[in-house]
């Protein structure tokens, strides 16, 4: 069995400082980890993803993650928010073509 | 890089009227599509993971005699929400995964909202 949580359900951040949104998962295998983000009535795209290479994952739009097994973690990291970053983020582990969503983070940004 | 389509992007019915969704990988043979519902403000919560030429297995507490989900080719996965109420309404998504990549990778769908009246 495997699962993930998104330990905070909502994070506001103002404008031009770093943005954190905590992921922990569990899994009976090695997991592939991935980072999603959706805009209001959009649908899903693809930040990052851990495929069991660098632990520290580089995506799009300046976002990184940071595998940490011994702390079963892939939180999502970015040096400074922009107001486009506003959106619902959600986290999901895959193993063996199973894969299980986070409950979701909606990310606010602060003029 | 691999894209998978969903048709339509929006459909509106009647309640009772029956309505079908398409999901296409356009540049790659899925092996596998799911296919999730999100509710607003909610995250996604898989209905069913179809393979290529058999049925549908669908998650506990999905109605499979009321989402019926075809997945006739390796590019295309149907599912038809029969006689549709308004608490069948909802966006949803269908994903595909394919292997030959170092793990295993999905493709998501950019989602149908369905309005039933």
Redesign the interface.
């Known amino acids: 069995a495997q699962s993930v949580t998104q330990l905070d359900s909502h994070v506001s951040v103002s404008e031009g400082t770093p943005v954190l949104l905590r992921c922990n998962y569990s899994s009976s295998y090695s997991p ?1 980890l ?1 980072w ?1 983000v959706q805009h209001p ?4 795209q ?1 930040l990052l ?1 851990y ?3 660098a632990t520290l994952v580089k995506g799009i739009n300046g976002f990184e993650a940071e595998f940490k097994k011994s702390e079963t973690s892939f939180h999502l990291t970015k040096p400074s928010a922009h107001m486009s970053d506003a959106a619902e983020y ?1 986290c999901v582990v ?1 193993t ?2 199973d ?6 983070t ?1 990310l606010t940004v602060k003029p | 890089g691999a894209v998978v389509s969903q048709h339509p992007s929006w459909v509106i019915c009647k309640s009772g009227t029956s309505v079908k969704i398409e999901c296409r990988s356009l540049d790659f043979q899925a092996t596998t599509m799911f296919w999730y519902r999100q509710f607003p403000k909610q995250s996604l919560m898989l209905m069913a993971t179809s393979n290529e030429g058999s049925k549908a297995t669908y998650e506990q507490g999905v109605e499979k005699d009321k989402f019926l989900i075809n997945h006739a080719s390796l590019t295309l996965s149907t599912l038809t929400v029969t006689s549709a109420h308004p608490e069948d309404s909802s966006f949803y998504i269908c994903s595909a995964t394919t292997w030959g990549q170092p793990a295993e990778t999905q493709y998501f769908g950019p989602g149908t909202r369905l309005l039933v009246l």
């Open positions: 592939s991935f999603y009535n959009k649908g899903l693809l993803k495929t069991s290479a959600f895959l063996l073509g894969m299980r969503f986070g409950a979701g909606r």
